[in-house]
């Protein structure tokens, strides 16, 4: 079953070389963004909250960088309570937020043409794997919904117990490269943020930013990405 969303194509920016997808022998897609959005029904910062709610429960205030991403609160926890006889918390909190995102999994909206160009890439004989900061719960949750699952089997990598080991640590795309078999130079992450781009330059995996907007493909830029799109469609049709 192939879903939709409803966002604007845009064309595919010509300096990006022809066969930047056809010439990678694995593909590693981040899954928030590239593959769906998965608080566009479920907002994160709503996750966030209750994430909050749950830390003034105990009695905690870790300081928080942007403490409407839930990701970020995990971050954030985990820093603020290392060494402290509270650190076991963070792992209640990971729990939390896994049901959140499974929850939200059910309503996540999917990314215009993402089906079309992992079917076009497993027909190709590309190996994919999911490589995110989410839970793989989430993530598998997700996949089954929306027909994925079949093409991705056991290749999911999602968030590890240790915060310190989400992207941009490159840990998760390490774990992608292993179980795929896919070696470094020879494979691509397709990410939408920094952190994307951050794990794929430290794992020595080329890097094709997704934006869905300006603001992210600027941000993606500024970072140091040199390739980015806003439509999987343009690399469908021009087969790159």
């Given at each position: 079953?192939?879903f939709?969303?409803?966002?604007?194509?845009?064309?595919c920016?010509?300096?990006?070389?022809?066969?930047?997808?056809?010439?990678?022998?694995?593909?590693?897609?981040?899954?928030?963004?590239?593959?769906a959005?998965?608080?566009?029904n479920?907002?994160?910062?709503?996750?966030?909250?209750v994430l909050l709610?749950?830390?003034?429960?105990?009695?905690?205030?870790p300081?928080?960088?942007?403490?409407?991403d839930?990701?970020?609160v995990i971050r954030?926890?985990?820093?603020?309570?290392?060494?402290s006889?509270?650190h076991y918390?963070v792992?209640e909190?990971?729990?939390?937020?896994g049901?959140?995102?499974?929850h939200?999994?059910?309503?996540?909206?999917?990314?215009?043409?993402?089906y079309?160009?992992?079917?076009?890439?497993?027909?190709?004989?590309?190996?994919?794997a999911?490589?995110t900061?989410?839970s793989?719960?989430?993530?598998?949750?997700?996949l089954?919904r929306a027909g994925l699952?079949?093409f991705?089997?056991?290749?999911v990598?999602?968030r590890?117990?240790d915060?310190?080991?989400?992207?941009?640590d490159?840990?998760?795309?390490l774990a992608?490269?292993?179980?795929?078999?896919?070696?470094?130079?020879?494979?691509?992450?397709?990410?939408d943020?920094?952190?994307d781009?951050?794990?794929?330059?430290?794992?020595?995996?080329?890097?094709?930013g997704?934006?869905?907007?300006?603001?992210?493909?600027r941000?993606?830029?500024?970072?140091g990405a040199?390739h980015v799109?806003h439509?999987?469609?343009c690399?469908?049709?021009a087969?790159?």
């Open positions: 079953m192939t939709r969303s409803s966002s604007p194509d845009h064309p920016d010509a300096r990006i070389p022809r066969g930047i997808i056809t010439a990678a022998e694995c593909v590693l897609f981040d899954f928030d963004g590239p593959i959005s998965l608080f566009g479920h907002r994160a910062h709503e996750v966030a909250r709610r749950r830390l003034s429960g105990w009695g905690l205030a300081l928080f960088i942007d403490p409407d839930p990701i970020q954030d926890t985990a820093v603020s309570l290392a060494g006889p509270e918390r792992a909190l990971e729990r939390l937020l049901e959140q995102e499974i939200a999994a059910r309503s996540a909206v999917p990314t215009d043409h993402a079309e160009l992992i079917e076009q890439l497993v027909k190709r004989g590309t190996k994919v999911v490589t900061n989410n793989a719960a989430a993530v598998n949750a997700y089954e699952a079949p991705f089997g056991s290749h990598h999602g590890l117990s915060p310190a080991l989400m992207k941009p490159p840990a998760c795309l992608g490269l292993r179980s795929t078999g896919g070696a470094a130079s020879n494979s691509l992450m397709i990410g943020s920094e952190s781009f951050a794990a794929a330059r430290a794992a020595g995996v080329g890097f094709l997704y934006a869905r907007d300006d603001a992210k493909d941000r993606l830029r500024e970072a040199r799109v439509s999987f469609k690399l469908i049709d087969d790159l």
